[in-house]
T-cell receptor, first 111, second 115 residues
């Protein structure tokens, strides 16, 4: 059973526009969430995180929003750039335990 | 700074053969994780170690899979005997400490193909 779900396998966005990647989770004990970015033939790299005590965290062009009641988080990239084209994984962690990863969303930013 | 180092980057072998994947975590990191990436299930945690001790191996698919961490700077994931369905990308990751909301740092993976 996937405890973290990314229901959109792919997304295409025009350069300069907003990219919104979504993630849903099932376990209300999850209290720390992360987004990773992965280029082909490389390992995932950490992008941004959010603790369950917050509903928003911003780092430059990247903002993560957390809606605990809906068990939903999203990653906003504004403005999107061609170099943002990659696979994005969301992950969730109940304190003191392993991370659970989604299946990833492949983002293509069209120049 | 050196990141997580995995070897080999690619491995192609025939079914029934033993496969050994290797990982060197980031120096000073106390936790090490082995993941398998497939299209259907994304990144699945196979096993993780804290201070060289296996903590949770519930993700290891079968007895054919085993992992060791003889010291703080080295870990292996072994498949014996290998089967075609084991073909995947295997990632190793390390973090300063498990369970303290620390992002994991990933190696570049080993792409395994079992013929």
């Amino acid at each position: 059973d996937q405890q973290v779900k990314q229901n959109s396998p792919s997304l295409s966005v025009q350069e300069g526009r907003i990219s919104i990647l979504n993630c849903d989770y099932t376990n209300s004990m999850f209290d720390y969430f992360l987004w990773y970015k992965k280029y082909p033939a490389e390992g995932p790299t950490f992008l941004i995180s959010i603790s369950s005590i917050k509903d928003k965290n911003e780092d430059g062009r990247f903002t993560v929003f957390l809606n605990k009641s809906a068990k939903h988080l999203s990653l906003h990239i504004v403005p999107s750039q061609p170099g943002d084209s990659a696979v994005y994984f969301c992950a969730a962690n109940p304190t003191g335990n392993q991370f659970y990863f989604g299946t990833g969303t492949s983002l293509t930013v069209i120049p | 700074d050196a990141g997580v180092i995995q070897s080999p980057r690619h491995e192609v072998t025939e079914m029934g053969q033993e496969v050994t994947l290797r990982c060197k975590p980031i120096s000073g990191h106390n936790s090490l994780f082995w993941y398998r990436q497939t299209m259907m299930r994304g990144l699945e945690l196979l096993i993780y170690f804290n201070n060289n001790v296996p903590i949770d191996d519930s993700g290891m698919p079968e007895d054919r899979f085993s992992a060791k961490m003889p010291n703080a700077s080295f870990s292996t994931l072994k498949i014996q005997p290998s089967e075609p369905r084991d073909s995947a990308v295997y990632f190793c990751a390390s973090s300063p400490s498990a369970g303290f909301n620390q992002p994991q740092h990933f190696g570049d993976g080993t792409r395994l193909s079992i013929l």
